[in-house]
C-alpha cells in the first residue's frame, strides 16, 4: 500500500466529466427534489416498518403485541434474506440492466420504469404476499427499482447543475431524502400501529413510490438518451 500514488488533488478525480456550459436549472431541479423526496417516503415506510408487517402476516401478531424469542428470530431472519435479495439485485441492475435501457428511453424514462415496477411490487407485497418464498420474489423486483433510485436521480440532477453549484445543490438534494425519512418516523408510525389494516405499510410504500413515478415523468432528460449510470447520491439502506 506505500506504492500507491495518491493524487495531488481529490477534484482531479471528476475533471473528466462533461463541462456543464448552461444555467442551473432550478425549475427542473424542484421536480427531483420532489419527485424523489415521495421515493424515500416509500422506501423508508418499508425498511421501517415491514418488521410488523411480517410480524401481523407471517405470524398472525397484533403489530403492537410483544412476541416470543422464536417469532423475533423468524422474522430477523425473513427480512435479512429480503434486504439480501434486494441489494444484490440493486447491485448488478444498474450495469447489468439499467444502462442499457437509459441508451434506449432515456434516463427519466428508464427510471420511471423502475419505479413503477417497484410499485407494483410493494402492492403485491401488500395483497398477495402470505409466505416468505413470493416475499422474496418480489423483493427480487424491488431490487430494479433500488438500483434506479440509487443511481439515476443524482445522474439526473447532476445533468441540471453547473459544476461550480454541484456542492449546495447535493446538499438539497440529499434533504429530500432525510426529510421523508424523519416523516416516516413522525407520522407513519402512528398512521400504522393505529389502523388494523395488516398490509397498510405496504400499500402507502406502493401508492407514495406510484406518486414518485407519476411526477418523475415531469422531469424533462436534459441531453439525448445516454446509458451511463452513476452510483452513489441517492442514500442506501
Known sequence: MFFIEEPKKL?????????????TNLVELIKIYAAHAFTWLAVQTMF???????KSVFYNYEITEKISEEANKLIGDNISISFAI???VGFLVPVLL?????KVLGRVKTHVLALALMSASYFFIAFFVKDSTTLYIAMAVCGIGWGSLVSLPFAI????????KMGLHMGIFNLSVVIPQLLVSVLIGGIVEGSSEKNLIFIISGGAMA???FLWLFVKESKPAGGEVSRGGGGGH
Open 98 to 102: 439499467l444502462a442499457n435501457v437509459a
Open 48 to 54: 421501517v416498518y415491514i418488521f410488523g408487517f411480517l
Open 11 to 23: 477534484n482531479e478525480v471528476s475533471d473528466d466529466a462533461p463541462e456543464i456550459t448552461h444555467d
Open 86 to 88: 434486494l441489494n444484490t
Open 157 to 164: 440532477m447532476s445533468e441540471n447543475v453547473k459544476k461550480d
Open 211 to 213: 406518486i414518485s413515478a
